[in-house]
Structure formats: structure tokens, C-alpha cells
């Protein structure tokens, strides 16, 4: 029983907070072979989590600006800016770095929740989004549990 929740907590850690799992896994008195399994594990898990329920409600956020902007014109009032600073800049970091400049650094950094939903955001309609964050999900998997390993 105790086995069984070290297990799980190390893959909700790794579901949530990506880059300290292997280490709540080496804390917990788990082998090199467990933790790669854990954190794999639950980085792929919530990667699945976070894209599928990020799609949804992006879509819902879609379709919720279309009433707010039939709205607005139903009532005469003027559009709202559409290409503002911050969108530029979104746009242009994307363009350059794409969805293989996402998957290669943000899982350890931003966490896997923001990755899945920003790739959910702005490369859902790509068929390789989710296959390329898995992969990088078992890369930095195999990354962490050997940086990690170091420093117990």
C-alpha cells in the first residue's frame, strides 16, 4: 500500500510539476528504472489530460467570443482590436519556433499543464502536436531521472 501511494504521488507530481518529479521520486527511496517510469508515466498522462481538455475549452472560449462579438455588433458598438502587441508577439513566436520549440523546452519549465493547453491553443489542427509533446515528454523523462539521480 505504501508502494502503491509513493507511485502515485510521484506521477501526479510529474502530472502537474514536471521538473521536480524525479526528484519526490528519489526522495521517496525510488531506483533509477521507477523513477524513469513514474515521471514518464505521469508526463504522458497529463500531457493527454491537459491537450484534450485544453482543445475543449479553447473551443468553448471560441465559440463564447463569437457571441460576444455578435453581440457587440448587434448593439452598434465598434470591433475590438485584433492584432494588439502581445498578439504580434504570440504569433511570432510561434512562427519561428513552432510546435518542436514548444515540446523541446516548456514540459520542464512551464509545467505540463501550460504546454498541453498552449499547444492545444495554437497547433490543434497539426496531426504531430501530440505525438511530438509525448516524445518530448519521454526525452526529458530520461533527462531529469539522470540529472536527478546525480544529485541525491
Not at 52 to 76: H, N, P, S, T, V
Not at 86 to 113: C, D, E, H, M
Request: hydrophobic fraction near 50%; charged fraction near 15%.
Amino acid at each position: 500500500m505504501q508502494a502503491a501511494f509513493a507511485a502515485i504521488t510521484v506521477i501526479f507530481t510529474a502530472m502537474v510539476k514536471f521538473l521536480f518529479a524525479g526528484l519526490v521520486s528519489y526522495g521517496m527511496g525510488h531506483g533509477f528504472v521507477e523513477t524513469l517510469t513514474y515521471t514518464a508515466i505521469g508526463g504522458c498522462l497529463g500531457m493527454c489530460l491537459f491537450y484534450f481538455a485544453g482543445r475543449g475549452m479553447m473551443e468553448w472560449f471560441r465559440q463564447r467570443y463569437l457571441r460576444r462579438k455578435a453581440a457587440r455588433r448587434d448593439q452598434g458598438l465598434p470591433r475590438k482590436r485584433v492584432f494588439t502587441r502581445t498578439n504580434r508577439a504570440i504569433v511570432r513566436i510561434k512562427q519561428r519556433y513552432g510546435i518542436l520549440g514548444l515540446s523541446a523546452f516548456a514540459p520542464p519549465t512551464l509545467s505540463i499543464p501550460i504546454t498541453a493547453i498552449i499547444a492545444a491553443k495554437y497547433f490543434r489542427h497539426e496531426r504531430r502536436t501530440l505525438p511530438t509533446l509525448l516524445l518530448s515528454v519521454l526525452l526529458w523523462s530520461v533527462l531529469l531521472s539522470t540529472a536527478w539521480s546525480f544529485v541525491r
